[in-house]
């Protein structure tokens, strides 16, 4: 029985990218296509098919997508000519026409078996078949009794078999739903069913390519955060540190719209974040000084504020308001109170049954 180091299963743009990173590691991979080009599925794809990514975002690793026009949309044929000319570049070993039929552990190593018996052992196992050779097909309900010709995705080729008449229905909203539905769109009567609103997203953003946006953002290469541990004793995946330098503390790298943001922000009066060394980092402005507040005395205390007569008046001896002499809170409580409330007797008449008893106040010397 033959061991090598890694089999790599499917031929397609994932296994010969596995490939390549294997032999940059040091490794032998061995490559196992069951049809017989090291393409993948890309000739049995339908005929129209193009690529929603730009040719210079459709590059394998090692080598750039051919052609002058590198913003262009490639065509199925493309593809599959770069994927050949990519194997054949590639110093590894591509068997072609070995389909694995399972897989098992066999004690360090794993058993490979082939169709027709076949069988290798290797120490790493890389599933990179994809599922297109074996399509989902749901059992719908009613389907047995269904008098009409029901066509997977995977076995469309061209809209010539439904240019007869009919009304066929497309179910889904992928990439290659739309697609399908869009070309027998020209020459029949299509209908897209799908479980919610079909929501498309804008291909080209400001004259550019989506992809490129996700390019220039690094949204393309960014790394998925690991998932927590399933339990608290179970050791989830160790996290790579981030690099440190010496001296400084790792901080969120400003961007020109913080920068922007920190400036429309200092020059509104608010406050800004950050010390005078951050803010001489990222060249801002010094802080604006406040307004300066006199120190109360220590050991001084305010005085309470006497209670308030009419409004013309306030309780007090000596105080004037609008020109009218405040009289002494003695007076006020002999007329009969303060003068606060509507039932208090005004100023200069005698108390009347039914007036507010006065108010005891001590006597404040004039």
């Known amino acids: 029985m033959e061991h090598i180091d890694v089999a790599v299963i499917g031929g397609g743009q994932s296994g010969l990218a596995t490939a390549h990173a294997l032999l940059r590691r040091g490794l032998q991979p061995v490559v196992l296509e069951a049809s017989g080009q090291a393409a993948g599925s890309w000739p049995r794809y339908y005929d129209s098919l193009t690529l929603f990514s730009p040719a210079r975002y459709s590059s394998l690793p090692g080598m750039p997508f051919p052609g002058a026009d590198r913003d262009r949309y490639p065509h199925r044929d493309e593809v599959v000519a770069y994927l050949t000319a990519y194997a054949d570049r590639l110093d590894a070993d591509i068997r072609t026409g070995q389909c694995v039929t399972s897989v098992r552990r ?24 994809g599922t297109f050779g074996r399509p989902h097909r749901p059992a719908l309900p009613g389907l047995e009794g269904f008098t009409g010709h029901v066509l997977h995705a995977a076995d469309y080729r061209s809209p010539a078999p439904f240019t ?68 608290a004793g179970a050791a989830g995946p160790r996290r790579r540190p981030l690099p440190r330098r010496p001296g400084r503390r790792t901080t969120r790298p400003a961007t020109a719209v913080h920068r922007r943001r920190r400036d429309q922000a200092h020059l509104a009066g608010r406050r800004v974040g950050g ?44 105080v004037r308001r609008a020109g009218v002499a405040a009289q002494p809170l003695v007076e006020l409580a002999a007329r009969g109170g303060t003068g606060r409330g509507a039932d208090r007797p005004a100023p200069g008449r005698p108390p009347r049954a039914g007036d507010e008893p006065p108010m005891l106040v001590r006597r404040v010397s004039t």
């Open 164 to 231: 007869g008449g009919g009304r066929p229905v497309v179910v889904g909203a992928g990439n290659s739903a739309v697609q399908i539905a869009a070309e027998l769109a020209a020459t029949a009567r299509v209908t897209l069913a799908t479980r919610g609103p079909v929501k498309f997203a804008a291909q080209r953003i400001l004259g550019r390519d989506l992809h490129f946006w996700t390019a220039r953002t690094g949204l393309d290469i960014a790394p998925l955060w690991p998932a927590p541990a399933a339990s």
């Open 275 to 318: 010390g005078r060394r951050a803010r001489a980092r990222h060249r801002l402005p010094p802080r604006p000084a406040l307004p300066h507040r006199p120190r109360r005395r220590p050991g001084r205390r305010r005085e309470p504020s006497a209670p308030r007569g009419p409004r013309h008046q306030r309780a007090g001896a000596g």
């Open 106 to 129: 066999n004690g360090s190593a794993f058993e490979v078996v082939l169709e027709g018996g076949g069988r290798l052992t290797a120490r790493a196992v890389v599933a990179a078949s």
